[in-house]
């Protein structure tokens, strides 16, 4: 699983809206509104890195609202939350 930190920056007035519409779109499992120099927090997670391009330029930054985009992607992961849903997508094939 590949997951990447996307930081936001988005219309001031739509927040709310743009981040449930985010939190809407494939790929995308978490949405936060933010405090500093970010307004919207995305967590995107994938299978393979092509599914990035498709989640992030080709989804999130085509929302009406989104002004631009910051990318972050995970190394390595030390979340429970994130070990747990390894273990479970594995135990699928």
Known sequence: MITAIVLINADTH???EVAETLAGLDGVSE???VTGQFDIL???RVRRHEELAQVIPGRINKVDGV???ETHIAFQ???KHD???AFALGAEH
Do not use: C
């Open 77 to 79: 992961t030390y979340s």
């Open 31 to 33: 949405v936060f509104s």
């Open 14 to 16: 739509r927040i709310p």
């Open 67 to 69: 002004r631009s985009t």
């Open 42 to 44: 995305a967590i995107v």
């Open 83 to 85: 070990l747990e849903a």
